[in-house]
Nanobody
Framework: VQLVESGGGLVQPGGSLRLSCATS????????MNWFRQAPGKEREFVAV???????TGYADSVKGRFTISRDVKRTVYLQMNSLNPEDTAIYYC?????????WGQGTQVTVSS
């Protein structure tokens, strides 16, 4: 299983970014796929989940209404982030629990600053 995030960068407050998580070795439609983030000096925290088999999505309260998680048929999971603010600055990680193991990507840096 491999997870590779991309799409991070520097954006001004109020701006948008779309993160991608390219996967291999799994079928994203049949698993719960997650996004987490870790800000400097803080613990890694849950951001969003897209559940297996079309069972819906879930979000942390801090991003609800601003972020949208989705997936496509080509094994990629996305995180659309709108109305970004400096508190969203963090390394963003893709995550999946599969066959008894947690898998993480290498992360992609998102910096929100003017």
């Amino acid at each position: 299983v491999q997870l590779v995030e991309s799409g991070g960068g520097l954006v001004q407050p109020g701006g948008s970014l779309r993160l991608s998580c390219a996967t291999s070795g799994i079928a994203v439609s049949s698993l719960h796929m997650n996004w987490f983030r870790q800000a400097p000096g803080k613990e890694r925290e849950f951001v969003a989940v897209i559940r297996a088999g079309g069972s819906g999505t879930g979000y942390a309260d801090s991003v609800k209404g601003r972020f949208t998680i989705s997936r496509d048929v080509k094994r990629t999971v996305y995180l659309q982030m709108n109305s970004l603010n400096p508190e969203d600055t963090a390394i963003y990680y893709c995550n999946v629990f599969y066959r008894g193991n947690q898998y993480w990507g290498q992360g992609t840096q998102v910096t929100v600053s003017s």
